[in-house]
């Protein structure tokens, strides 16, 4: 096997790690809020609050990656992560649990881009659905794990020793990670520097901007509050709410490695690949507002097939959006312009828990905060139509 799909194989692990990490504490909201008397408002500024570093530090990290590489920024980076996860289980109060979400969010914000960058420097523009699509499903088998894991760990040891052990055994990743990672600095890093204010001038930035805010409000409203949503509005234990996350997201995955491949099958040989992974992308995106369908259905009924029809249109746009992301990117500014990329996403990741608690109110009336997030997909589609019409 090729080396670059070795590394790959290690960055889709390090992505799915990451997922659990940050999603943990979505798994463990309602013991906490309970232990810690927390109101919904509070617990959303908790969950939002790993975004708010998250995406600071974004274009400042695909600076440092379009500089000096991967190997040993990846590194660090993964061991402050874990280690900060791992003492959520220690933490003694809301003050406590704030800062340690900070400094995840700071650790966490190297991972998509040194995974998007090796992607973008050892494949080509035609066969980087699969490999963008591998790197995707990390993102679904993350959340989907953590919600078994995480749900099965609470149920028999307390959502402490679930942090800990979450996190403590991630460190385990970095040693494959330093012998194999490729060294020095990525190919971006010697050619003509280009200007990241440049490249958002043109209309194509503007889309993808706008179509990753919405698209990722979407997204971590589904990985924050859904877990809780699940608890409150329809009555669900711990484990039964964690394989109706999981199974969902599980599908999303297969999904995702389907239509990426499929993508790179019907782009060989055509004249605009970006345009066509375009059409991938609002088709998935368009079905993954049928997230607006749990509003009627009724408490304890099947939500699990909402979820399931929603996050499959996710699987099929996700992968295809960020290779779309990828082909509209000048290659001397892989980093920073994927990092502006993933710093407007993060931006939608504060908004979301934090909007979502406060229109949850005293009642927790999910409604409204539901119609919100399933419309957000239909934004991001007509950002996209409207904005990227041919190869940036």
Request: proline residues 5%; charged residues 10%; positive net charge.
């Amino acid at each position: 096997m090729e080396r670059r799909w070795i590394v790959l194989g290690l960055l889709f692990l390090g992505i799915v790690i990451s997922y659990m990490d940050r999603g943990n504490l979505s798994i463990a909201a309602v013991p906490i809020m309970q232990e810690f008397a927390l109101t919904p408002a509070q617990m959303g500024l908790l969950l939002s609050s790993f975004f708010w570093t998250y995406a600071v530090f974004q274009v400042p990290g695909g600076a440092l990656l379009d500089r000096f590489g991967i190997r040993k920024l990846y590194a660090g980076a993964f061991l402050l992560w874990c280690l900060a996860s791992a003492a959520i289980g220690w933490a003694r109060s809301f003050e406590e649990m704030f800062a340690l979400r900070l400094l995840l969010g700071m650790g966490e914000a190297i991972a998509p881009l040194a995974s998007m960058s090796f992607i973008k420097q050892n494949f080509d523009e035609r066969e980087q659905g699969l490999p963008t699509a591998i790197y995707v499903a990390g993102l679904t088998m993350g959340p989907a794990l953590g919600a078994l894991l995480g749900s099965s760990l609470i149920e028999w040891l307390g959502w402490r020793a679930m942090f800990l052990a979450t996190g403590l055994g991630g460190c385990l990743w970095v040693v494959p990670w330093w012998l194999l990672a490729p060294r020095g600095a990525t190919a971006a890093a010697s050619q003509t520097e280009g200007s990241l204010l440049e490249f958002l001038k043109q209309p194509v930035a503007w889309g993808l901007s706008l179509s990753v805010f919405f698209y990722s409000y979407f997204w971590y409203f589904v990985l924050t509050w859904v877990p809780a949503y699940l608890m409150q509005a329809h009555g669900f234990p711990n484990l039964k709410m964690g394989l109706t996350m999981a199974l969902p997201l599980a599908g999303m995955a297969v999904v995702n490695l389907a239509g990426g491949a499929w993508a790179d099958r019907v782009l060989r040989g055509a004249a605009e690949p970006l345009l066509l992974r375009r059409r991938f992308v609002c088709a998935g995106f368009s079905m993954a507002s049928i997230l607006m369908g749990l509003i009627w259905v009724p408490r304890g009924g099947p939500v699990i097939w909402v979820l399931l029809a929603s996050l499959m249109g996710v699987g099929i746009g996700a992968g295809n959006y960020w290779a779309m992301s990828q082909s509209a990117v000048p290659r001397a500014l892989v980093g920073r312009a994927l990092g502006f990329q993933n710093m407007m996403a993060q931006v939608a990741g504060a908004v979301a828990p934090l909007a979502t608690g406060y229109l949850l109110g005293d009642g927790q009336n999910y409604t409204v905060a539901i119609l919100v997030a399933g419309a957000s997909p239909l934004i991001a589609v007509g950002a996209l139509l409207l904005f990227v019409r041919g190869e940036g």
